[in-house]
């Protein structure tokens, strides 16, 4: 059986999702307690997107296949669902950092990376020194100068669309820059803080943190807001544009089309990859 599990983490005392020799990373976290609570010697999954050090999650997806036959005997002598008592069993063995939100069985042709159709980030800037609150300095960007939403809304309109955002990412030698931006826009939360959402078909590393970075430029009134799309036309990493800390992004959501699409969709999905990959 396919199963969906739903987490969340504070990346802060993470290097990044992906599994590294003697570094501690989320998957590697999350795959031993899975095995401990599974009781197998291992245990691999696959996320909807990797998150880079220090970003942080509340709405990170993964699957892993088992027998279900090794989940109904992991609940043991527990009266709760089996998918419950695995839950609860593996946020039982987690660090407080990383949490397992739900575990379900997954429908047919679900792929976590795969069947996604977009992932969501936010990013969130406290640039007055009335917001500064020392509670979630972890989580958002402390900035000195206030900033201009409404000019970073209107730099930020002509990013959105399918482009090749090379000027935006750390690029990887035969990996693509090409992106379909859905949505890029600023506003202030109930407290005030400038949330920036940002949400695509995929991202390329560094690509939020450094879009963030070209608009905070327009925010403060150093670059017109002509400035970013003149970024983008250039098609490579531009020594202006400042990557900004890891702690001010999170991951809120991943996006899926409806069951009956989901297979469908990872077949796309994976024929692009494919051919990127060749």
Same mark, same amino acid.
Not at 35 to 50: K, S, Y
Not at 69 to 85: C, I, K, N, Q
Not at 131 to 151: E, F, K, M, Q
Not at 188 to 212: I, P
């Given at each position: 059986?396919?199963?969906?599990?739903?987490?969340?983490?504070?990346?802060?005392?993470?290097?990044?999702?992906?599994?590294?020799?003697?570094?501690?990373?989320?998957?590697?976290?999350?795959?031993?307690?899975?095995?401990?609570?599974?009781?197998?010697?291992?245990?691999?999954?696959?996320?909807?997107?990797?998150?880079?050090?220090?970003?942080?999650?509340?709405?990170?997806? +993964?699957?892993?296949?088992?027998?279900?036959?090794?989940?109904?005997?992991?609940?043991?002598?527990?009266? @709760?669902?089996?998918?419950?008592?695995?839950?609860?069993?593996?946020?039982?063995?987690?660090?407080?950092?990383?949490?397992?939100?739900? +575990?379900?069985?997954?429908?047919?042709?679900?792929?976590?990376?795969?069947?996604?159709? #977009?992932?969501?980030?936010?990013?969130?800037?406290?640039?007055?020194?009335?917001?500064?609150?020392?509670?979630?300095?972890?989580?958002?960007?402390? #900035?000195?100068?206030?900033?201009?939403?409404?000019?970073?809304?209107?730099?930020?309109?002509?990013?959105?669309?399918?482009?090749?955002?090379?000027?935006?990412?750390?690029?990887?030698?035969?990996?693509?820059?090409?992106?379909?931006?859905?949505?890029?826009? #600023?506003?202030? @939360?109930?407290?005030?803080?400038?949330?920036?959402?940002?949400?695509?078909?995929?991202?390329?590393?560094?690509?939020?943190?450094?879009?963030?970075?070209?608009?905070?430029?327009?925010?403060?009134?150093?670059?017109?807001?002509? #400035?970013?799309?003149?970024?983008?036309?250039?098609?490579?990493? @531009?020594?202006?544009?400042? +990557?900004?800390?890891?702690?001010?992004?999170?991951?809120?959501?991943?996006?899926?089309?409806?069951?009956?699409?989901?297979?469908?969709?990872?077949?796309?999905?994976?024929?692009?990859?494919?051919?990127? @990959?060749?």
């Amino acid at each position: 059986m396919r199963l969906r599990i739903d987490c969340a983490y504070d990346g802060a005392e993470f290097s990044g999702w992906a599994a590294q020799p003697s570094l501690r990373t989320v998957q590697g976290t999350l795959e031993a307690a899975l095995a401990t609570a599974l009781r197998l010697p291992e245990v691999r999954v696959t996320v909807a997107g990797r998150t880079d050090a220090g970003v942080h999650a509340r709405g990170q997806v +993964v699957h892993v296949d088992v027998d279900p036959e090794v989940v109904a005997a992991s609940a043991g002598r527990s009266t @709760d669902p089996p998918l419950h008592a695995l839950a609860r069993r593996v946020d039982g063995i987690l660090p407080p950092d990383l949490r397992v939100r739900r +575990v379900v069985e997954a429908p047919d042709g679900f792929d976590a990376r795969f069947s996604a159709v #977009w992932r969501r980030y936010a990013y969130r800037i406290a640039d007055a020194q009335e917001l500064a609150d020392p509670l979630v300095r972890g989580h958002v960007l402390t #900035w000195g100068r206030p900033l201009d939403l409404d000019a970073m809304n209107r730099a930020s309109a002509p990013l959105a669309g399918l482009q090749d955002f090379a000027s935006f990412c750390k690029q990887r030698e035969g990996a693509t820059t090409v992106r379909t931006l859905l949505d890029l826009h #600023w506003a202030r @939360d109930t407290s005030g803080v400038a949330v920036g959402t940002v949400r695509a078909d995929a991202f390329c590393h560094n690509m939020v943190r450094a879009l963030v970075g070209c608009l905070i430029a327009v925010g403060e009134g150093r670059q017109p807001v002509s #400035w970013p799309a003149e970024v983008m036309a250039g098609r490579r990493r @531009d020594q202006g544009v400042r +990557v900004v800390h890891a702690h001010g992004l999170t991951l809120e959501e991943v996006g899926y089309p409806d069951d009956d699409e989901l297979a469908a969709q990872a077949e796309r999905a994976r024929a692009r990859r494919e051919a990127i @990959d060749a």
